[in-house]
């Protein structure tokens, strides 16, 4: 099996199907360091969810942000 045939069947899979395929094959290279950041960014995304949820953050759109970091920063 070579990772082209691999790649022809993969790309035949369900959109779900390749994004889990693409979890396990991450987690095969991924290092126990970047395994534990990952899990505490998801730990404070999920932080981050409850608290706007309840109101107690807001949020601003991504594109104003942009803007608004590109004029700040403009040389």
Do not use: H
């Amino acid at each position: 099996m070579t990772a082209a045939s691999v790649t022809n069947e993969a790309l035949n899979l369900s959109p779900v199907e390749r994004a889990q395929l693409i979890d396990a094959l991450w987690d095969s290279l991924a290092s126990d360091e970047m395994k534990a950041r990952e899990a505490a960014w998801a730990q404070e995304a999920e932080r981050r969810i409850d608290a706007y949820d309840a109101g107690q953050m807001t949020a601003r759109d991504a594109k104003t942000v942009i803007s608004e970091l590109r004029e700040r920063f403009k040389k």
